[in-house]
Every structure is written in structure tokens, then in C-alpha cells.
């Protein structure tokens, strides 16, 4: 990466970093909890060791989280038995923003997911974040699908 910065996978100990990322917009603020609540620690443990997920996070020359992403890789039938690789829960520290860090990350990502098989990158994007659609837009991501959620 660039400035010193550099992305490494997700240790227990960024979590509450990451969670602090989450919830640092309008959406996370009302629906992230605090960084130490034990159901994120249970949750990166089950990321963590799943060899079909990879959460990372962006450090920057102090070794402060200053951006995350998780990729997740699907195996599918479709498309001749393509690999598929999620991007998910982006963010990039608000005082990083602007900087070229979210396109470093999502270089970084998208290289990643080639490199380790993937034929498709996806991901979904809030409606009501249209600036991360036209970020998305400018990388190249078509949105070619309505992607739908159903809350359990």
C-alpha cells in the first residue's frame, strides 16, 4: 500500500477498532454495540477460522486501523463452478477518507481474490449510500443485480 500504510489480516485484538470503523457512519451508529461486546470476539473467532473468509484490516505506520474489509468466498455451480469472492462491511477512517485509501483497498481486494481463484467480485451497497455507489462505479462494479435482504 502506499504512505507507510498496509494491509494485514484481522487479529483479535483490532476488533474493537473494526467495530469502532462500523459504526463510524450513519448506518453503524444505530446498529453497532460497543467494540468489546463479547459477541464481536464471537463473531471473529468464527471468521477467523473459517478458511472461506478473510478479514483484514489497513494499518498505517503507528499500526492504527484505519480501514477493514471482509471477503468472503463462495463456491458455486453457477458459471461454469466459479469461485465468487464478497466484499463486505468496507470502511475507511473517516480522517482516511479522500486520501486513496478505499481505491488502494479494493486494488488490494480485488487482486487478492484473483489471485486466490475468484471469477467474480461482488458486493451490495446501501441505497442510501449513493456516493459508494459512484465510488464503486468508478472501479468498475456494474450494478447488474437488485440485491434483497430479509432481516431474521
Known sequence: MTGGRRVAR???????????????????????????????ASAFERIDADPHQLLV?????????????????????SRGGALRSQIESVRVASSQRGSGLGTTLFEWAIEYSRSHGAALVQLTTDKSRPEAKAFYERLGFVASHEGMKLAL
Not at 13 to 34: K, M, N, T, W
Not at 57 to 77: C, K, N, R, W, Y
Open 10 to 40: 484481522a487479529e483479535a485484538q483490532h476488533v474493537p477498532a473494526i467495530v469502532g470503523l462500523l459504526a463510524d457512519d450513519h448506518l453503524g451508529s444505530g446498529r453497532e454495540r460497543a467494540g468489546d461486546d463479547p459477541a464481536y
Open 57 to 77: 484490516v489497513v494499518l498505517d505506520p503507528d499500526d492504527e486501523v484505519v480501514g477493514t474489509l471482509q471477503l468472503s468466498f463462495i463456491a458455486g455451480l
